[in-house]
Nanobody, 121 residues
């Protein structure tokens, strides 16, 4: 399984970005996919996840601002990030879990390479 994350960049506070996670190598729609992030000097943390049945989960810090979605025809999961804050600055990773994994990093068995999001004026 290969995951390719993209869409990161520099954005001003209050701005928006959409991250993409394109998957290949297994039947993507059968599995859960999540986004995690790691800020400098901090542990990697859960951001959002979407299950094969399209249930969604969010960290409290991003609820109401971020939206995760999937397009199974394109084997791609998206993370729409609105009202970005400087504390959202991090490298964002997408991961593929089984049909149970959602919010725990240990539940994910495949990871993309990460895409850097910088929120700064």
């Amino acid at each position: 399984v290969q995951l390719q994350a993209s869409g990161g960049g520099l954005v001003q506070p209050g701005g928006s970005l959409r991250l993409s996670c394109a998957a290949s190598g297994r039947f993507f729609s059968n599995y859960n996919t999540g986004w995690f992030r790691q800020a400098p000097g901090k542990e990697r943390e859960f951001v959002a996840a979407i299950t094969y049945s399209r249930l969604t989960y969010y960290a409290d810090s991003v609820k109401g601002r971020f939206t995760i979605s999937r397009d199974n025809a394109k084997n791609t999961v998206y993370l729409q990030m609105n009202s970005l804050k400087p504390e959202d600055t991090a490298v964002y990773y997408c991961g593929s879990a089984g049909r149970i994994g959602t919010t725990l990093e240990s539940q994910y068995d495949y990871w993309g390479q990460g895409t850097l999001v910088t929120v700064s004026s």
